[in-house]
């Protein structure tokens, strides 16, 4: 199975940022650039609610669909 991936992701209202989506063990990474800064986040597993697909036009990347993390509050 391929655990790295490359993406293009949003955190709440900060620019794009496009780089590589890492799966782990006990988390997943995302690394790479927003503009011409470096971009990096690590979720674990245990802090994530829900996983699911964004098909709103508001939760859409250029047009497409989307998979939006659901963060345990």
């Known amino acids: 199975m391929q655990k790295r991936y ?3 992701w949003r955190s709440g ?3 794009l940022s496009t780089g590589m989506l890492e799966l782990r063990s006990r988390d997943l990474h995302v690394e ?3 503009g011409s800064r470096p971009a990096e986040r690590t ?3 245990a802090d994530l609610a829900g996983v699911r697909v964004g098909r709103a036009s508001s939760e859409r990347i250029d047009g497409r669909a989307t998979v939006i993390l659901e963060h345990r509050v």
């Open 13 to 15: 209202s900060l620019p």
């Open 32 to 34: 790479g650039l927003s």
């Open 6 to 8: 490359g993406v293009v």
């Open 43 to 45: 979720i674990a597993y």
